[in-house]
């Protein structure tokens, strides 16, 4: 898994109230990503960072906010989950330019 | 405009044979592409990377073309094993100005291999 835990692993919450899942790395890497990964859609870039309180939009950041305060830790928060938030998100991590990133277990959110 | 797609949703074969799975891209820019396989319940794993001064590219039973004319990459599997089964995205790497690049990703095609 290369160094990237996803906290937590599931998780059931109800429509409006907030939540934050966490990734955490051990390699250091500069980059970092959270996607989230629906039937028909594969997956979709949400928020992206490239350093600490460096952080930058995806194609579907509506709803969302991220941050990074350490090098090891990028939080995705959703501030008042919404039914259609329900997914899988993927923390994935990478050296940057061109080269693989790497991708963490996911975090199966359903909002109820 | 920035978009990575998959001609076949579902692919199945007979275990032993070859499986080629297609993704076609529309960024002409893009110097950077990336397979990665996923089974149930898992992330996705890197499988094998290409970049577009190469058309061709080979692993360990995995092969990856790119046709830069058409803008069309494919991932060639031999001899499919039971163990492939799983979905499988290409992916296209969109630098930015700054240094900042990231990764756009298909929609995914399922192979199921069958014995």
């Known amino acids: 898994d290369a160094g990237i835990t996803q906290s937590p692993r599931h998780k059931v919450t109800e429509t409006g109230t907030p939540v934050t899942l966490r990734c955490h790395q051990t390699?250091?890497?500069?980059?970092m990503y959270w996607y989230r990964q629906d039937p028909g859609h594969g997956l979709r870039l949400i928020h992206y960072?490239?350093?600490?309180?460096?952080?930058d939009k995806g194609e579907v950041s509506d709803g969302y906010s991220v941050s990074r305060s350490k090098t090891e830790d990028f939080l995705l928060t959703l501030e008042s989950a919404t039914s259609s938030q329900t997914s899988v998100y993927f923390c994935?991590?990478?050296?940057?330019?061109?080269?693989?990133?790497?991708f963490g277990q996911g975090t199966r959110l359903t909002v109820v | 405009g920035e978009s990575v797609g998959l001609h076949l949703p579902t692919l199945s074969v007979q275990e032993g044979d070859n499986s080629i799975i297609n993704c076609a891209y529309s960024?002409?820019?893009?110097?950077?592409f990336i397979w990665y396989k996923q089974e149930s319940g898992k992330g996705p794993q890197f499988i094998i990377d290409?970049?577009?001064?190469?058309d061709k590219r080979q692993g360990q039973r995995v092969t990856v073309l790119l046709n830069k004319t058409v803008k069309h990459l494919s991932l060639q599997i031999a001899a499919t094993q039971p163990g492939d089964s799983a979905v499988y995205f290409c992916a296209e790497n969109l630098d930015f100005s700054g240094g900042y690049n990231k990764l756009i990703f298909g929609a995914g095609t399922r192979l199921a291999v069958h014995p």
């Open positions: 994935a991590i990478s050296v940057g330019g061109r080269t693989e990133a790497f």
């Open positions: 390699e250091n890497h500069r980059y």
């Open positions: 960072s490239y350093g600490v309180k460096d952080t």
């Open positions: 960024n002409s820019a893009s110097d950077y």
């Open positions: 290409i970049r577009s001064n190469m």
